[in-house]
Nanobody, 117 residues
Framework: QVQLVESGGGLVQPGGSLRLSCAASGISFSLYAMGWYRQAPGKERELVAHITNLSSRKYGDSIEGRFTISRDNAKNTVYLQMNSLKPEDTAVYYC???????????WGQGTQVTVSS
């Protein structure tokens, strides 16, 4: 059974930082690309960050160098370090694991990030 369990969300003031974690089980983690999407109320889901199985990275246009995605294959975990948070970063953040070769994507349950004073 595949599980992606996110943690690290919460309430933070503008300009603050959070680190999200996503622990995976039930997959050969090192073979999967990992990443994060987010969805705010009334808005479309958008890509936040993506890291391939070889640790190539890409980020959504709105991130502007403030976030860093990383992975630890020994711990089957992907991280999202978020700095200089803005109110517009408020959303539910979803972790995913995907392999295009077998057309599979798994999703976590989401974690709420709220940026507010």
């Amino acid at each position: 059974q595949v599980q992606l369990v996110e943690s690290g969300g919460g309430l933070v003031q503008p300009g603050g930082s959070l680190r999200l974690s996503c622990a995976a089980s039930g997959i050969s983690f090192s073979l999967y690309a990992m990443g994060w999407y987010r969805q705010a109320p009334g808005k479309e889901r958008e890509l936040v960050a993506h890291i391939t199985n070889l640790s190539s990275r890409k980020y959504g246009d709105s991130i502007e160098g403030r976030f860093t995605i990383s992975r630890d294959n020994a711990k089957n975990t992907v991280y999202l370090q978020m700095n200089s948070l803005k109110p517009e970063d408020t959303a539910v953040y979803y972790c995913y694991a995907g392999r295009t070769t077998i057309k599979v994507t798994y999703w976590g349950q989401g974690t709420q990030v709220t940026v507010s004073s």
